[in-house]
């Protein structure tokens, strides 16, 4: 579907503009306004929307400079092309540098109707995309503006990127998928805009377009449904979804879900690439936070069994620790945060090569621990005679390359000293 182009057409020759708009419109999508006076038509620009002027040099009321001036007042950007009978490379210079986008002159015959036309489409598109342009990199920013804010919670930037996109899209409903294709099950986790679509609902996913976003290879998008020979699928007949666009989200390389935009009313244009590009832009956040989400949730899981386990256990990145359990908080005295992030001499000896040994050559997830005898330094300065059994490992921690988990034992017998 290509978008229809309105022309104002303005000059004192009412057979002229006639004629004009006749072979104009015959050149595809135009819909050609003609006024003969500059007043009326700068009126007319006051109450309807145009997609470009097409002016002669001279009026009764005015000249065409001083229209084009009054023009550019209050559209600054609008196409505006001279057509006129008028023709010196002065004049053409002063339109162009007062802000005219073209200047084209009348010439006998039916071709400069087809030139104008041209014209007409060329320097519509390019303002077009440039509105486009500006206005994706609009959104973009807000979108990045939303993700980074530290005053919002995740549940939050959730909701405004929702929000963002319906705005963004000129569609009613955004909302996110959890899908569970061995149940045909598609669940909407979270949802914004109008209540077509509500958090919570629980729906057959053979009964949505999301049954084929999961198997597309990008975004998938429908402007019309019925148009586009979609009007007796399930997502159009049952639930009276006319224009959708989705992406799939995957987390750690499986299938999550789905974040969709959708609509009961059909676009009137086909969804761009700029729109594909920040519905993609949306879904790789969210499946980015659902990612970190579980891995928060395993890392949590993690930690709570570690802090069963009566024996003192540390992991170590780069000598720092990273993580330790309540037993090596009690037996060292420092406080969990105290340790997290300082260096293993805080409680081991700085120069003891035992400690070194526990890597051994190199991570590996099926190493044989080391053991070792070393004093545990706490924070009172005491030391705790202690057995030290560590292996080398990889990702215990996520965004982390850990080199050593350890597992610290009291030595029975042993006596502290000082």
């Known amino acids: 579907m290509t978008d229809s182009i309105t022309i104002l057409h303005v000059d004192g020759d009412c057979q002229f503009t006639e004629l004009t708009a006749k072979f104009v419109e015959r050149e595809g999508n135009f819909a050609v306004v003609s006024e003969q006076e500059a007043e009326a038509a700068l009126a007319y620009l006051d109450s309807a929307a145009v997609d470009c002027v097409v002016s002669d040099y001279t009026f009764r009321d005015m000249s065409g400079l001083a229209f084009l001036d009054a023009v550019r007042e209050a559209h600054p950007d609008l196409p505006f092309i001279f057509f006129t009978g008028k023709c010196s490379e002065t004049v053409a210079s002063d339109a162009l540098t007062r802000g005219a986008t073209d200047y084209l002159q009348k010439r006998p015959g039916t071709d400069q109707y087809r030139l104008l036309a041209n014209r007409v489409r060329n320097a519509v598109v390019k303002h077009r995309d440039r509105q486009e342009l500006e206005r994706s990199e609009r959104y973009r920013r807000e979108l990045y503006r939303i993700t980074s804010d530290p005053g919002l919670d995740v549940a939050e930037k959730v909701d405004r990127l929702l929000e963002l ?241 350890g597992v610290v034992r009291r030595v029975a017998g042993g006596k502290d000293g000082e």
């Not at 053991?371 to 330094?377: A, G, K, S, W």
């Open 165 to 405: 996109g319906c705005e963004r899209l000129g569609l009613e409903n955004g909302h996110v998928v959890r899908i569970d294709r061995q149940s045909d099950r598609h669940e909407v986790r979270v949802a914004a805009g109008s209540e077509f679509v509500e958090g919570d609902a629980i729906t057959d996913l053979g009964e949505t377009f999301c049954r084929r976003t999961i198997f597309s290879e990008g975004i998938l998008t429908v402007s019309d449904a019925a148009a586009q020979g979609w009007g007796d699928d399930p997502a159009h007949e049952r639930w009276n979804i006319a224009a959708y666009i989705g992406g799939k989200v995957e987390v750690d390389g499986e299938l999550y879900g789905t974040v969709c935009f959708v609509d009961r009313e059909a676009r009137d244009r086909p969804f761009t690439e700029a729109d594909r590009t920040f519905v993609d832009l949306v879904t790789r956040w969210i499946a980015g936070m659902v990612e970190r989400q579980e891995h928060e949730q395993e890392l949590r899981s993690y930690k709570q069994v570690i802090d069963l386990i009566p024996d003192a256990i540390f992991v170590l990145d780069d000598r720092e620790f990273v993580l330790v359990n309540d037993a090596m908080v009690t037996l060292t005295g420092y406080d969990r945060d105290e340790l997290i992030g300082a260096d293993a001499s805080l409680v081991f000896a700085a120069d003891d090569p035992a400690l070194e040994s526990l890597s051994g050559d190199g991570p590996s997830t099926d190493r044989e621990p080391n053991y070792l005898e070393t004093p545990v330094r706490t924070v009172e300065g005491e030391t705790v005679p202690c057995e030290v059994s560590g292996v080398a490992v990889a990702d215990v921690v996520e965004g982390a390359q850990a080199d050593v988990t």
